[in-house]
């Protein structure tokens, strides 16, 4: 069966430093991955998508970067977090599209505080 | 763009009570997905709907992919104290677009 794995669970960060949060996948091969951004429990944002190694695709400009060097590794990163970073951070994948949406599938989650 | 509508925002069961609430989308979708996210935790899938008309059940869970694909229904029967939680809608023609969610508690 498929699993998704983010880590860290909770991150505190100051302002102005770097960041990096993983995500892998195990049980598939090629899924697309995405990140989204999730603002007091409401309102999933998606932040990027992936369809295959080193694509990226960015929905909205902002301090944020994606990078995806593996297959089943998805990676979300900032040079410089800035305090409207904080939030919950959600890793999910689906099985590639054919002919239709694919459900997306969820990890649990990074609680990321910026103080 | 792609918007949906998402109610009720919140609401209050008491045990044993069935709930209902739905999204609307002011374009045509051709998938619906209803998810559910505890506290400091990732959406689960509960029910992924393809086509008009599709009527899918999930234990006490009924979701319903309205006929003019602008909408969707979600029915909880018999509600338990684990129901609480937010409920998410989410609907595609291309790229996935989620409610702002129903957040259900417990009466107190």
């Known amino acids: 069966s498929q699993t998704i794995h983010q880590w860290p669970a909770t991150l505190v960060q100051p302002v102005g430093s770097p960041l990096s949060l993983e995500c892998t996948v195990e049980g598939t091969s090629n899924p697309n991955l995405y990140w989204y951004r999730q603002a007091a429990g409401r309102g999933l944002q998606l932040l990027f998508y992936s369809v295959g190694i080193g694509q990226i695709s960015s929905e909205v400009p902002q301090n944020l970067s994606a990078s995806r060097p593996q297959d089943r590794q998805f990676i979300l990163s900032s040079k410089k977090l800035l305090l409207s970073d904080s939030g919950f951070y959600l890793c999910?994948?689906?099985?590639?599209?054919?002919?239709?949406?694919?459900?997306?599938?969820f990890g649990d989650g990074t609680r990321l505080s910026i103080l | 763009g792609q918007q949906l509508n998402q109610s009720p925002q919140s609401m209050f069961i008491q045990e044993g009570e069935d709930v209902s609430m739905n999204c609307t989308s002011s374009?045509?979708?051709?998938?619906w997905l209803w998810y559910k996210q505890d506290p400091g935790e990732g959406p689960v899938l509960l029910i992924a709907?393809?086509?008009?008309?599709e009527l899918t059940s999930n234990g006490r869970l009924t979701a319903q992919f309205g006929i003019t694909r602008k909408d969707s229904f979600l029915n909880i029967s018999a509600s338990i104290p684990s129901d609480v939680g937010i409920y998410f809608c989410?609907?595609?023609?291309?790229?996935?677009?989620f409610g702002k969610g129903t957040k259900l508690s417990v009466k107190p």
């Open positions: 989410a609907g595609s023609q291309g790229n996935l677009i």
């Open positions: 374009s045509i979708f051709n998938t």
């Open positions: 999910a994948w689906s099985y590639p599209r054919m002919g239709g949406v694919q459900p997306q599938h």
């Open positions: 709907l393809y086509k008009a008309g």
